[in-house]
C-alpha cells in the first residue's frame, strides 16, 4: 500500500555532485523516519543518512561533511544532496521510509534503488 519512487542517480567524475529525491505514497497514517542506504557489490547495506518527521539527522562518519539529508514533510519526499563525491561512495543507493498504518502496525519499505557511479 505504499510505494517509494528514486531518482537522481547516475555516473559524475570524482568531487562531483548529485542529489537523489525518493517520494512516498499510498496509504499512510504517518512516517517516522526517511533515510538513505546504500549497498556496493560484496558489501553489507549501510545506513548513510536518516532524517526524523522533526528534523534531526544522523549520518555515516564516512559521509559526514559531504552528504545532506532533507524533507518535505508536505510532500512526503526525502532528498540527499551529495557533494564531493568518491569513488568509494559507487553504490546502489535505497531510500527507506519507517511508517505507521491506520491498524497500528509499523513497517519499513524500500524505494527500487537507483545506481551511483564516481568514475573518471
Known amino acids: 500500500q505504499v510505494q517509494l519512487v528514486e531518482s537522481g542517480g547516475g555516473l559524475v567524475q570524482p568531487g562531483g555532485s548529485l542529489r537523489l529525491s525518493c517520494a512516498a505514497s499510498g496509504t499512510i497514517y504517518s512516517i517516522k523516519t526517511m533515510a538513505w542506504y546504500r549497498q556496493a557489490p560484496g558489501k553489507q547495506r549501510e545506513l548513510v543518512a536518516i532524517i526524523s518527521n522533526i528534523g534531526n539527522t544522523n549520518y555515516a562518519d564516512s559521509v559526514k561533511g559531504r552528504f545532506t539529508i532533507s524533507r518535505d514533510n508536505a510532500k512526503n519526499t526525502v532528498y540527499l544532496q551529495m557533494n564531493s563525491l568518491k569513488p568509494e561512495d559507487t553504490a546502489v543507493y535505497y531510500c527507506?521510509?519507517?511508517?505507521?498504518?491506520?491498524?497500528?502496525?509499523?513497517?519499513?519499505?524500500w524505494g527500487q534503488g537507483t545506481q551511483v557511479t564516481v568514475s573518471s
Open positions: 527507506n521510509a519507517r511508517v505507521l498504518d491506520y491498524g497500528l502496525g509499523e513497517d519499513d519499505y
